[in-house]
């Protein structure tokens, strides 16, 4: 079956630095979407990318769809506070309409 | 919309009670999903509807497992007996059929089996 692995499981960050974290599947998708889960929190939908090679900005935050549909990243810049949480892709393949997640990126920010 | 209603949030009960937790998706939506989440497994998809129909329960660990969703407004999630290893977060979601933005989660039931 699908598989959609997450790297790194966890990232130390002091506040001010990047952060980025990777999304690679075992097919190509035919979208990703990412969430976002504060500590104790339930998982947020931040963004979907469907085309290949895409890039979308929220703010601080960069999401990029990889040529071949099979590989995505999510990049923060100037880490905050805030941004302290769990990072999830979430990546659907073929005709299926159900999200395979990732088992995500536990970000940790160190004022 | 007040989003995805989930009760209870928390649930302590002893190994071999039942256990059934509830949840009212974001109207309008036409998928419900019901996951768990532990440290060891991460998020798992147990079985999810669509128009209030089961259509994949495979990942339902066992026949200890069992969910409904006898209208729109409402799905429940049944364990009986409960184990000690059942302990978890168990998330509901509800999305649209498009599904271009994204499931949207309730807060979760946490439940602690002693």
């Known amino acids: 079956g699908q598989q959609v692995m997450q790297i790194p499981q966890y990232q130390h960050v002091q506040e001010g630095e990047d952060f980025t974290t990777y999304c690679n599947s075992s097919t190509t998708l035919s979208n990703i979407q990412w969430y976002k889960q504060r500590p104790g929190g339930h998982p947020v939908f931040l963004i979907q990318l469907v085309k290949s090679g895409e890039v979308k900005k929220q703010k601080r935050l960069t999401f990029q769809f990889g040529e071949a549909k099979k590989n995505s990243s999510l990049h923060i810049t100037a880490t905050q506070t805030t941004d302290v949480g769990t990072y999830f892709c979430?990546?659907?393949?073929?005709?299926?309409?159900?999200?395979?997640f990732g088992r995500g990126t536990s970000l940790i920010v160190h004022p | 919309d007040a989003g995805v209603i989930q009760s209870p949030r928390h649930e302590v009960t002893e190994m071999g009670q039942e256990v059934t937790l509830r949840c009212k998706p974001i109207?309008?939506?036409?998928?419900l999903f019901w996951y768990r989440q532990t440290m060891m497994r991460g998020l798992e998809l147990l079985i999810y509807?669509?128009?209030?129909?089961?259509?994949?329960d495979s990942g339902m660990p066992e026949d200890r497992f069992s969910a409904k969703m006898p209208n729109a407004s409402f799905s429940t999630l049944k364990i009986q007996p409960s184990e000690p290893r059942d302990s978890a977060v168990y998330f509901c979601?509800?999305?649209?059929?498009?599904?271009?933005?994204?499931?949207?989660f309730g807060p979760g039931t946490r439940l602690t089996v002693t």
């Open positions: 109207s309008g939506h036409d998928y």
């Open positions: 509807f669509n128009n209030n129909v089961p259509i994949d």
């Open positions: 979601a509800s999305s649209p059929t498009s599904g271009a933005l994204g499931q949207y």
């Open positions: 979430a990546g659907r393949s073929g005709g299926s309409y159900i999200p395979t």
